[in-house]
């Protein structure tokens, strides 16, 4: 594996105006550094409120960071123009029907990230492009035609891999994006991303509070606490070693749910 994202100690801080009063800054991430291999699956697990959403939403250039740096290949991404970004990196969220227009059809939305990223390919190339990727995540040609309310919601977070996929990226942040889902569905949606991976070569990271889901899918893990990094390591010396009790406590399997998922389990 080479490495492909870097991330050198990168902060967020807010200001909270109470009325008259000067603003108070307020930490929601501490300066932390980590790296992602090409790839690789980071699953960033800790409490509500922890600082795992803000990482995650400043990887994928929802948020910018206060400080710090983040590459990837090498290249600065914080600096890049949101059309070369998100050439590399996309994202999806844990609201599927949310996170979609629901008065746009599946294909119009599957060609907006190509229309923006302006990649030089005609409209028929664009329609090519988007049949081949409703197919790779298990869906229909008819589909292009669909409105959002007319699918199920294992078939709205398709669309959502669809659209995140369709530009090719290197890297895909999910953020909860399967805390809403029937287990049943959780479990092919999980294991269509894992088929992705191996056919793809995706480096994906994983904000979640499933011990479960991260044993089954993740290389790396990331602990985090009131906005600070307290543990990152391998999934196997975290499960095996935990340095830390959250670590340990959070990687309990004491799920309500059990996923049946295939047999790509990283080891």
């Known amino acids: 594996m080479s490495k492909l994202l870097e991330v050198r100690n990168i902060s967020k801080y807010y ?15 501490e300066p932390l550094s980590f790296s992602l291999e090409r790839g690789e699956t980071l699953a960033i697990m800790g409490e509500t409120g922890s600082g795992k959403s803000t990482i995650a939403k400043i990887i994928a250039g929802a948020e910018k960071p206060s400080s710090g740096e983040l590459f990837i290949n090498g290249q600065a991404l914080d600096k890049m123009a949101d059309q070369q970004r998100c050439r590399y990196v996309r994202m999806i969220f844990q609201d ?3 996170s979609l227009n629901p008065q746009i059809t599946v294909g119009k939305q599957l060609l907006e990230p190509l229309l923006f990223n302006h990649d030089g390919r ?17 869906l229909l040609p008819e589909h292009y035609h669909f ?49 992705l991976q191996q056919d793809m070569g995706i480096s994906f990271i994983f904000v979640t509070h499933s011990p479960e889901i991260v044993k089954h899918v993740s290389d790396k893990i990331l602990i985090m606490h009131r906005g600070k990094m ?7 010396a975290l499960i095996t070693d935990p340095q830390e009790s959250l ?21």
């Open 247 to 267: 670590t340990a406590t959070l990687l309990q399997a004491d799920n309500n749910y059990k996923v049946p998922l295939h047999s790509t389990t990283k080891e």
């Open 15 to 29: 200001t909270h105006k109470d009325g008259w009063l000067p603003g108070r800054r307020i930490c929601a991430l």
């Open 147 to 195: 409105y959002p309310h007319m699918l199920s919601s294992g078939q709205q977070q398709r669309v959502c891999i669809a659209r995140a996929i369709v530009l090719e990226p290197q890297i895909i942040v999910a953020d909860e994006a399967f805390a809403a889902l029937d287990p049943s569905i959780r479990a092919q949606i999980i294991n269509l991303i894992l088929d």
């Open 230 to 236: 307290i543990e990152f390591g391998t999934t196997q």
């Open 96 to 98: 599927s029907l949310r």
């Open 122 to 138: 005609s409209l028929e190339e664009r329609k090519k492009r988007v049949f081949e990727t409703l197919r790779k995540v298990g």
